[in-house]
Protein backbone atom coordinates (compact mmCIF):
# COMPACT_ATOMS: atom_id res chain seq x y z
CA UNK A 1 0.00 0.00 0.00
CA UNK A 2 1.25 3.72 -0.67
CA UNK A 3 1.22 6.41 1.28
CA UNK A 4 -0.53 9.33 -0.19
CA UNK A 5 1.84 11.29 -0.22
CA UNK A 6 5.75 10.13 0.26
CA UNK A 7 5.64 7.86 -2.90
CA UNK A 8 8.75 5.81 -3.21
CA UNK A 9 8.32 3.04 -5.27
CA UNK A 10 5.53 2.23 -7.37
CA UNK A 11 4.13 -0.45 -10.16
CA UNK A 12 2.64 0.39 -14.02
CA UNK A 13 2.12 -1.53 -16.58
CA UNK A 14 2.96 -0.59 -20.33
CA UNK A 15 2.45 -2.23 -23.92
CA UNK A 16 5.88 -2.99 -25.15
CA UNK A 17 4.34 -5.15 -27.57
CA UNK A 18 0.39 -5.98 -28.59
CA UNK A 19 -1.10 -8.79 -27.21
CA UNK A 20 -3.03 -9.20 -23.97
CA UNK A 21 -0.67 -11.59 -22.15
CA UNK A 22 2.14 -9.25 -23.13
CA UNK A 23 1.72 -6.27 -21.11
CA UNK A 24 4.96 -5.38 -19.41
CA UNK A 25 4.81 -5.01 -15.11
CA UNK A 26 7.32 -2.07 -14.07
CA UNK A 27 8.59 -1.08 -10.77
CA UNK A 28 9.76 2.43 -10.79
CA UNK A 29 10.70 5.38 -8.85
CA UNK A 30 8.67 8.65 -9.96
CA UNK A 31 11.09 11.38 -11.00
CA UNK A 32 11.05 15.52 -10.41
CA UNK A 33 7.36 16.72 -11.62
CA UNK A 34 7.40 18.53 -14.74
CA UNK A 35 6.24 22.29 -13.48
CA UNK A 36 3.19 21.88 -15.67
CA UNK A 37 2.14 18.32 -14.51
CA UNK A 38 0.21 17.29 -11.61
CA UNK A 39 1.01 14.26 -9.64
CA UNK A 40 -1.59 11.57 -9.42
CA UNK A 41 -2.10 8.95 -6.60
CA UNK A 42 -4.39 6.37 -8.84
CA UNK A 43 -6.77 4.74 -6.46
CA UNK A 44 -9.27 3.27 -9.19
CA UNK A 45 -9.18 2.25 -12.92
CA UNK A 46 -12.52 1.13 -14.87
CA UNK A 47 -12.04 -0.97 -18.35
CA UNK A 48 -13.52 -0.57 -21.56
CA UNK A 49 -14.10 -2.55 -24.51
CA UNK A 50 -11.19 0.07 -26.56
CA UNK A 51 -8.83 -0.76 -23.67
CA UNK A 52 -8.63 -4.10 -25.04
CA UNK A 53 -8.78 -3.63 -28.61
CA UNK A 54 -5.83 -1.15 -27.87
CA UNK A 55 -3.73 -3.75 -25.82
CA UNK A 56 -4.67 -6.65 -28.46
CA UNK A 57 -3.34 -4.21 -31.03
CA UNK A 58 -6.62 -4.22 -32.73
CA UNK A 59 -7.59 -0.83 -32.10
CA UNK A 60 -4.44 0.74 -33.60
CA UNK A 61 -1.99 -1.25 -35.10
CA UNK A 62 0.50 1.03 -36.06
CA UNK A 63 0.25 3.10 -32.47
CA UNK A 64 3.62 3.92 -31.37
CA UNK A 65 4.77 1.98 -28.13
CA UNK A 66 5.65 1.76 -25.41
CA UNK A 67 2.18 3.32 -23.69
CA UNK A 68 0.70 2.78 -20.28
CA UNK A 69 -3.53 1.61 -21.24
CA UNK A 70 -6.46 2.44 -19.86
CA UNK A 71 -8.09 5.76 -20.51
CA UNK A 72 -10.49 5.48 -17.23
CA UNK A 73 -8.77 6.42 -13.66
CA UNK A 74 -9.60 8.23 -10.13
CA UNK A 75 -7.09 9.38 -7.64
CA UNK A 76 -5.95 12.21 -5.21
CA UNK A 77 -3.57 14.71 -6.23
CA UNK A 78 -0.40 14.32 -4.41
CA UNK A 79 1.47 17.18 -5.77
CA UNK A 80 1.24 19.88 -8.49
CA UNK A 81 4.11 21.15 -10.68
CA UNK A 82 4.88 24.81 -10.11
CA UNK A 83 2.85 26.33 -13.41
CA UNK A 84 -0.29 24.54 -11.67
CA UNK A 85 -3.35 26.63 -10.70
CA UNK A 86 -6.21 24.01 -11.54
CA UNK A 87 -5.71 21.71 -8.93
CA UNK A 88 -4.12 21.65 -5.43
CA UNK A 89 -2.50 18.71 -3.07
CA UNK A 90 -5.65 16.45 -1.78
CA UNK A 91 -7.81 17.02 -4.63
CA UNK A 92 -9.71 13.86 -5.55
CA UNK A 93 -9.65 13.64 -9.59
CA UNK A 94 -10.72 11.30 -12.68
CA UNK A 95 -9.19 11.42 -15.68
CA UNK A 96 -10.91 13.20 -19.28
CA UNK A 97 -10.73 10.46 -21.94
CA UNK A 98 -9.95 13.18 -24.79
CA UNK A 99 -8.99 16.08 -23.65
CA UNK A 100 -7.89 18.18 -26.33
CA UNK A 101 -11.97 18.39 -26.51
CA UNK A 102 -12.42 20.83 -25.10
CA UNK A 103 -16.27 22.13 -26.24
CA UNK A 104 -18.06 21.97 -28.95
CA UNK A 105 -17.86 19.71 -32.20
CA UNK A 106 -14.87 17.44 -32.13
CA UNK A 107 -11.94 19.41 -34.27
CA UNK A 108 -9.19 17.36 -36.19
CA UNK A 109 -6.39 16.47 -34.63
CA UNK A 110 -8.64 15.77 -30.76
CA UNK A 111 -7.69 11.65 -30.98
CA UNK A 112 -4.03 12.64 -30.18
CA UNK A 113 -4.91 13.61 -26.94
CA UNK A 114 -6.37 10.51 -25.80
CA UNK A 115 -5.75 8.57 -22.82
CA UNK A 116 -4.83 4.80 -23.01
CA UNK A 117 -3.59 5.48 -26.52
CA UNK A 118 -1.84 7.03 -27.86
CA UNK A 119 -1.24 9.44 -24.86
CA UNK A 120 -0.34 7.57 -20.92
CA UNK A 121 -3.41 5.96 -19.73
CA UNK A 122 -3.92 5.12 -16.10
CA UNK A 123 -2.16 1.84 -15.68
CA UNK A 124 -0.10 3.17 -13.10
CA UNK A 125 0.04 3.31 -9.28
CA UNK A 126 1.21 6.74 -9.57
CA UNK A 127 0.49 9.46 -12.99
CA UNK A 128 1.62 12.55 -14.31
CA UNK A 129 -1.17 14.50 -15.82
CA UNK A 130 -1.76 17.63 -17.86
CA UNK A 131 -4.37 19.87 -16.28
CA UNK A 132 -6.52 19.13 -19.11
CA UNK A 133 -6.54 15.71 -18.24
CA UNK A 134 -7.99 16.05 -15.06
CA UNK A 135 -11.46 17.30 -13.64
CA UNK A 136 -12.62 17.22 -9.64
CA UNK A 137 -14.72 14.37 -8.43
CA UNK A 138 -18.02 15.11 -7.16
CA UNK A 139 -17.92 14.83 -3.42
CA UNK A 140 -20.78 12.11 -2.99
CA UNK A 141 -19.09 9.24 -5.20
CA UNK A 142 -16.32 6.83 -4.35
CA UNK A 143 -12.95 6.29 -6.63
CA UNK A 144 -14.54 3.41 -7.92
CA UNK A 145 -17.53 4.90 -9.16
CA UNK A 146 -15.63 7.96 -10.43
CA UNK A 147 -13.68 5.91 -12.33
CA UNK A 148 -16.46 4.62 -14.61
CA UNK A 149 -18.18 7.98 -15.40
CA UNK A 150 -14.77 9.29 -18.04
CA UNK A 151 -15.82 6.47 -20.89
CA UNK A 152 -19.20 4.69 -20.29
CA UNK A 153 -20.55 7.55 -18.28
CA UNK A 154 -20.46 10.34 -19.96
CA UNK A 155 -20.87 8.29 -23.61
CA UNK A 156 -24.37 7.09 -22.37
CA UNK A 157 -24.82 10.71 -20.76
CA UNK A 158 -24.29 12.25 -24.47
CA UNK A 159 -26.75 9.44 -26.09
CA UNK A 160 -29.82 10.28 -23.59
CA UNK A 161 -29.25 14.00 -24.14
CA UNK A 162 -30.37 13.92 -28.00
CA UNK A 163 -33.43 13.53 -26.55
CA UNK A 164 -34.66 17.23 -25.71
CA UNK A 165 -37.91 15.66 -24.16
CA UNK A 166 -36.54 13.21 -21.72
CA UNK A 167 -39.42 12.46 -18.88
CA UNK A 168 -42.24 9.52 -19.98
CA UNK A 169 -40.03 8.78 -22.92
CA UNK A 170 -38.98 5.38 -24.28
CA UNK A 171 -35.20 3.71 -24.51
CA UNK A 172 -33.99 0.99 -25.99
CA UNK A 173 -30.47 -0.47 -24.31
CA UNK A 174 -28.21 -3.09 -26.31
CA UNK A 175 -26.52 -6.37 -24.05
CA UNK A 176 -25.86 -5.50 -19.87
CA UNK A 177 -22.05 -4.02 -20.56
CA UNK A 178 -20.90 -0.71 -19.10
CA UNK A 179 -22.78 2.08 -21.32
CA UNK A 180 -26.28 0.38 -21.39
CA UNK A 181 -26.14 0.14 -17.47
CA UNK A 182 -24.96 3.28 -17.37
CA UNK A 183 -27.50 4.89 -19.70
CA UNK A 184 -30.10 2.32 -17.35
CA UNK A 185 -29.42 4.59 -14.53
CA UNK A 186 -29.27 7.94 -16.25
CA UNK A 187 -32.67 6.98 -18.30
CA UNK A 188 -34.29 6.31 -15.42
CA UNK A 189 -33.49 9.52 -13.14
CA UNK A 190 -34.88 11.29 -16.08
CA UNK A 191 -38.03 9.11 -15.45
CA UNK A 192 -38.17 7.48 -19.17
CA UNK A 193 -39.67 4.11 -19.93
CA UNK A 194 -36.54 1.22 -20.26
CA UNK A 195 -36.31 -1.87 -21.95
CA UNK A 196 -33.27 -3.89 -22.53
CA UNK A 197 -31.73 -7.45 -24.16
CA UNK A 198 -29.06 -9.62 -23.11
CA UNK A 199 -27.84 -12.93 -23.95
CA UNK A 200 -28.76 -13.70 -20.51
CA UNK A 201 -31.84 -14.38 -18.68
CA UNK A 202 -29.76 -13.88 -15.09
CA UNK A 203 -28.35 -10.43 -16.31
CA UNK A 204 -31.77 -9.11 -17.64
CA UNK A 205 -33.35 -10.52 -13.99
CA UNK A 206 -30.17 -8.15 -12.46
CA UNK A 207 -31.12 -4.83 -14.55
CA UNK A 208 -34.78 -5.28 -14.05
CA UNK A 209 -33.53 -4.94 -10.48
CA UNK A 210 -31.78 -1.72 -11.04
CA UNK A 211 -35.05 -0.06 -13.16
CA UNK A 212 -35.42 -1.91 -16.30
CA UNK A 213 -39.26 -2.16 -17.20
CA UNK A 214 -39.00 -5.14 -19.48
CA UNK A 215 -35.71 -7.41 -21.04
CA UNK A 216 -35.38 -9.26 -23.76
CA UNK A 217 -33.10 -12.27 -24.31
CA UNK A 218 -31.22 -11.33 -27.62
CA UNK A 219 -30.84 -14.81 -28.39
CA UNK A 220 -33.87 -16.53 -28.00
CA UNK A 221 -35.68 -13.86 -29.21
CA UNK A 222 -33.69 -13.27 -32.64
CA UNK A 223 -35.93 -10.46 -34.03
CA UNK A 224 -35.73 -8.29 -30.85
CA UNK A 225 -36.66 -5.42 -33.07
CA UNK A 226 -40.24 -6.38 -33.35
CA UNK A 227 -40.66 -8.32 -30.19
CA UNK A 228 -39.83 -4.98 -28.17
CA UNK A 229 -43.24 -3.36 -29.96
CA UNK A 230 -45.60 -5.78 -27.34
CA UNK A 231 -43.96 -3.27 -24.88
CA UNK A 232 -44.12 -0.53 -27.34
CA UNK A 233 -46.22 -0.51 -29.11
CA UNK A 234 -44.94 2.63 -31.50
CA UNK A 235 -41.73 1.72 -30.81
CA UNK A 236 -38.61 3.30 -29.30
CA UNK A 237 -38.03 7.16 -29.13
CA UNK A 238 -34.27 6.40 -28.66
CA UNK A 239 -31.85 3.31 -29.21
CA UNK A 240 -28.24 2.99 -27.55
CA UNK A 241 -27.08 0.90 -30.62
CA UNK A 242 -23.82 -0.36 -28.73
CA UNK A 243 -23.84 -3.51 -31.39
CA UNK A 244 -23.04 -1.91 -34.47
CA UNK A 245 -23.97 -3.73 -37.89
CA UNK A 246 -24.82 -7.06 -36.78
CA UNK A 247 -27.41 -5.44 -34.48
CA UNK A 248 -28.05 -2.51 -36.39
CA UNK A 249 -31.19 -3.30 -38.44
CA UNK A 250 -33.43 -4.82 -35.51
CA UNK A 251 -32.54 -1.73 -33.78
CA UNK A 252 -34.13 0.40 -36.79
CA UNK A 253 -37.29 -1.95 -36.44
CA UNK A 254 -37.63 -1.05 -32.77
CA UNK A 255 -37.11 2.53 -33.58
CA UNK A 256 -40.15 4.81 -33.92
CA UNK A 257 -41.15 7.07 -36.30
CA UNK A 258 -38.94 9.78 -36.35
CA UNK A 259 -37.02 8.10 -33.61
CA UNK A 260 -33.71 8.54 -32.82
CA UNK A 261 -30.86 5.92 -32.25
CA UNK A 262 -27.26 6.52 -30.66
CA UNK A 263 -24.85 4.95 -32.47
CA UNK A 264 -22.37 3.95 -30.17
CA UNK A 265 -20.35 0.57 -30.65
CA UNK A 266 -19.67 -2.32 -32.86
CA UNK A 267 -19.66 -5.40 -30.25
CA UNK A 268 -21.58 -7.32 -32.99
CA UNK A 269 -20.01 -6.16 -36.31
CA UNK A 270 -20.81 -8.65 -38.88
CA UNK A 271 -20.37 -6.59 -41.88
CA UNK A 272 -24.34 -7.56 -42.54
CA UNK A 273 -26.11 -5.34 -44.60
CA UNK A 274 -27.36 -1.95 -43.06
CA UNK A 275 -31.07 -1.67 -44.70
CA UNK A 276 -30.68 2.13 -45.11
CA UNK A 277 -34.09 2.67 -47.04
CA UNK A 278 -36.16 1.56 -43.44
CA UNK A 279 -33.85 4.31 -41.52
CA UNK A 280 -35.15 6.99 -44.28
CA UNK A 281 -39.09 5.48 -44.70
CA UNK A 282 -38.70 5.71 -40.95
CA UNK A 283 -37.64 9.45 -40.63
CA UNK A 284 -34.88 7.83 -37.74
CA UNK A 285 -32.42 10.08 -36.86
CA UNK A 286 -28.93 8.60 -36.59
CA UNK A 287 -26.12 9.85 -34.14
CA UNK A 288 -22.80 8.88 -34.15
CA UNK A 289 -21.01 9.46 -30.46
CA UNK A 290 -17.68 9.70 -29.96
CA UNK A 291 -17.75 9.94 -25.83
CA UNK A 292 -17.72 13.76 -24.76
CA UNK A 293 -16.21 17.07 -24.53
CA UNK A 294 -14.38 18.02 -21.51
CA UNK A 295 -17.51 20.98 -21.52
CA UNK A 296 -20.21 17.90 -21.34
CA UNK A 297 -18.20 16.20 -18.83
CA UNK A 298 -18.90 18.88 -16.59
CA UNK A 299 -22.46 18.73 -17.48
CA UNK A 300 -22.50 15.18 -16.77
CA UNK A 301 -20.71 15.76 -13.10
CA UNK A 302 -23.25 18.08 -12.42
CA UNK A 303 -25.94 15.34 -13.04
CA UNK A 304 -23.52 12.54 -10.78
CA UNK A 305 -23.20 15.48 -7.80
CA UNK A 306 -27.04 16.26 -7.73
CA UNK A 307 -28.77 12.57 -8.78
CA UNK A 308 -25.78 10.30 -6.82
CA UNK A 309 -26.04 8.23 -10.01
CA UNK A 310 -23.06 6.61 -11.03
CA UNK A 311 -22.60 3.82 -13.86
CA UNK A 312 -23.05 0.15 -12.21
CA UNK A 313 -20.37 -1.92 -11.44
CA UNK A 314 -20.64 -5.72 -11.29
CA UNK A 315 -17.44 -6.76 -10.33
CA UNK A 316 -14.48 -5.53 -8.49
CA UNK A 317 -10.66 -6.40 -8.21
CA UNK A 318 -8.06 -5.36 -5.62
CA UNK A 319 -4.24 -4.18 -6.69
CA UNK A 320 -3.15 -2.99 -9.82
CA UNK A 321 -1.81 -7.13 -10.11
CA UNK A 322 -5.20 -7.86 -11.30
CA UNK A 323 -5.30 -6.56 -14.44
CA UNK A 324 -5.13 -9.98 -16.45
CA UNK A 325 -7.83 -11.41 -14.62
CA UNK A 326 -10.09 -8.40 -15.27
CA UNK A 327 -9.34 -7.93 -19.05
CA UNK A 328 -9.97 -11.77 -19.38
CA UNK A 329 -13.63 -11.45 -17.36
CA UNK A 330 -13.69 -8.22 -20.00
CA UNK A 331 -13.02 -10.81 -22.81
CA UNK A 332 -15.35 -13.55 -21.96
CA UNK A 333 -18.54 -11.18 -21.89
CA UNK A 334 -19.32 -12.68 -18.62
CA UNK A 335 -19.66 -9.20 -17.10
CA UNK A 336 -22.38 -7.20 -15.82
CA UNK A 337 -22.10 -3.51 -16.29
CA UNK A 338 -18.50 -2.07 -15.14
CA UNK A 339 -15.26 -3.70 -14.32
CA UNK A 340 -13.13 -2.04 -11.59
CA UNK A 341 -9.68 -2.23 -10.33
CA UNK A 342 -9.11 -1.01 -6.86
CA UNK A 343 -5.27 0.16 -6.08
N1 LIG B 1 -18.48 5.78 -29.28
C1 LIG B 1 -17.89 5.90 -28.11
O1 LIG B 1 -17.44 6.97 -27.73
C2 LIG B 1 -17.82 4.69 -27.22
C3 LIG B 1 -17.64 4.84 -25.84
C4 LIG B 1 -17.68 3.70 -25.03
C5 LIG B 1 -17.84 2.46 -25.61
N2 LIG B 1 -17.97 2.37 -26.97
C6 LIG B 1 -18.20 1.08 -27.61
O2 LIG B 1 -19.51 0.67 -27.24
C7 LIG B 1 -19.55 -0.73 -27.16
C8 LIG B 1 -20.04 -1.11 -25.77
O3 LIG B 1 -19.10 -0.71 -24.81
P1 LIG B 1 -19.18 -1.25 -23.33
O4 LIG B 1 -18.07 -0.62 -22.59
O5 LIG B 1 -20.56 -1.13 -22.81
O6 LIG B 1 -18.84 -2.79 -23.60
P2 LIG B 1 -18.95 -3.99 -22.62
O7 LIG B 1 -19.10 -3.55 -21.22
O8 LIG B 1 -17.82 -4.90 -22.95
O9 LIG B 1 -20.33 -4.67 -23.08
C9 LIG B 1 -20.37 -6.00 -23.41
C10 LIG B 1 -21.83 -6.45 -23.46
O10 LIG B 1 -22.42 -6.09 -24.69
C11 LIG B 1 -23.45 -6.99 -24.96
N3 LIG B 1 -23.45 -7.49 -26.34
C12 LIG B 1 -22.47 -8.11 -26.99
N4 LIG B 1 -22.91 -8.49 -28.20
C13 LIG B 1 -24.20 -8.08 -28.28
C14 LIG B 1 -25.21 -8.21 -29.25
N5 LIG B 1 -25.01 -8.85 -30.38
N6 LIG B 1 -26.42 -7.66 -28.99
C15 LIG B 1 -26.66 -7.01 -27.83
N7 LIG B 1 -25.73 -6.89 -26.86
C16 LIG B 1 -24.53 -7.42 -27.09
C17 LIG B 1 -23.28 -8.19 -24.02
O11 LIG B 1 -24.33 -8.08 -23.05
P3 LIG B 1 -25.02 -9.39 -22.45
O12 LIG B 1 -23.92 -10.12 -21.74
O13 LIG B 1 -26.05 -8.85 -21.56
O14 LIG B 1 -25.57 -10.18 -23.60
C18 LIG B 1 -21.92 -7.94 -23.41
O15 LIG B 1 -21.82 -8.40 -22.09
C19 LIG B 1 -18.15 -1.22 -27.51
O16 LIG B 1 -18.09 -1.50 -28.89
C20 LIG B 1 -17.28 -0.03 -27.21
O17 LIG B 1 -16.08 -0.03 -27.93
C21 LIG B 1 -17.95 3.45 -27.76
Redesign the pocket.
Known amino acids: MLSTWRISMAVKYRIEQFGAGNLSRRDFTPGPLQPDKVRVQIKAIS ?4 D ?2 MIQGHYNPKMKLPVIPISDGAGVVTECGSQVTQFEKGDRVLTT ?1 IPGWEKGLPEKGIHSSTLGGPADGCLSEVCDFYPRELLNIPANITFEQAATLP ?2 G ?2 AW ?1 AIQKLPHKSGKSILL ?9 ALGIAKAHHMKVA ?5 NH ?2 ER ?1 QALGADCGLN ?2 DEVKWGQAIRSFFPDGCDLVVE ?3 S ?2 FNQSVTACRLGGKIA ?7 TGQRINLTKVLMSSIDVH ?5 SREQFKDYLRFVEQTGVTPTIGQQFEGIDQIANALEL ?1 QS ?7 VISF
Open positions: LNYRLLMVALTNLGTGGVSLAITSSSKLAYVVGGGTLIGVLAEGILVGLGQHFGKI
